[in-house]
């Protein structure tokens, strides 16, 4: 007996998605499957989606398939997180960390899901919680980011109620292993296996003597506290803005492990996908 009843989409907001859809909703005629999709999304497309809101979608997918980049698969880990829901990611045009797959290769990889042949990668979060009480959540990254004008990002890092070090940078990135190839990597912090339970606290064009970045245990609490020399800072949730901040106020991120799960047919490792679109070619030789 197949494991996928329900499908459930997730769409890029502005790239063509359908032929992806029609490959889907084909298989799935032809395997007794529903597909589901979110309402102003499937609704602006011709298809037999089943248009439903956001909840129900997350609690009746067996799967889920994200049709777009890494931004569209960051918004569907966040949308189904806490929850062991495979997600499969498709690829539609620019190179991504976290599709599994391109739109041609979907019906096979469909029918290997239902037949169970595949295995899924947990993907870890961070969430921090803001000085008004609420919290937010990334696959990627939080960052605190200097806004142009406003002074740079001056602040102190305590790391499980000890006092570490002070960064005066453009932003201080807090990343998770998936997110140690966005902009973690572009301010020089490590590349960090997925698998890896830990997270990272990495400043970006640092302005202080001690630039390096740390990792942490997925254990350990971070304090992030704006020093008064800092300028107002935004408080960056995967790319996008979610608050902004003002010396004196306190950032504490925690991580959760397992927060998503991605699935992996064994055709292509990380490694794989990080020296393509890192466009790592080798070390220089040395005579």
């Known amino acids: 007996m197949g494991m996928v009843k329900t499908v459930g989409l997730v769409l890029h907001p502005r790239r063509d998605s359908k032929v992806a859809i029609d490959t889907i909703v084909k298989w799935a005629q032809a395997h007794d499957v529903t597909v589901y999709g979110l309402p102003e999304e499937v609704g602006r497309i ?22 777009g980049g890494d931004g569209t698969m960051l918004r569907t880990m966040r949308l189904i997180q806490g929850r062991p829901t495979p997600i499969l990611g498709v690829n539609l045009g620019k190179l991504g960390f976290l599709a599994e797959i391109d739109v041609d290769e979907l019906p096979p990889a469909l029918s290997a899901i239902d037949d169970h042949d595949y295995t899924v990668e947990p993907r870890m979060a961070v969430r921090a919680s803001l000085p008004d009480g609420t919290t937010v959540n990334a696959f990627n990254d939080i960052a605190l980011v200097r806004i142009p004008g406003a002074g740079l990002s001056a602040v102190s890092i305590t790391v499980e109620g000890h006092p570490f070090v002070r960064y005066a940078a453009d932003a201080v990135i807090v990343a998770t292993p998936t997110g140690s190839t966005a902009y973690s990597f572009s301010a020089g912090g490590p590349i960090v296996s ?11 064009a640092a302005h202080s003597a001690f630039n390096r970045a740390l990792v942490l245990s997925a254990d350990e609490k971070v304090e992030l506290d704006l020093l008064p020399t800092s300028g107002r800072l935004a408080v960056e949730v995967d790319g996008g803005v979610a608050a902004h901040l003002l010396p004196g106020d306190r950032l504490t991120v925690t991580s959760i492990r397992a927060a998503a799960w991605v699935v992996r047919l064994g055709t292509k490792s990380f490694y794989d996908r990080a020296r393509r679109k890192l466009r790592v070619n080798g070390s220089a030789e040395v005579d």
């Open 46 to 67: 011709d298809c037999s989606a089943v248009p439903v809101d956001a909840a129900t979608l997350v609690e009746r997918a067996d799967l889920l398939v994200s049709l």
């Open 194 to 204: 997925p698998t890896v339970e830990g997270f990272l606290v990495v400043p970006a």
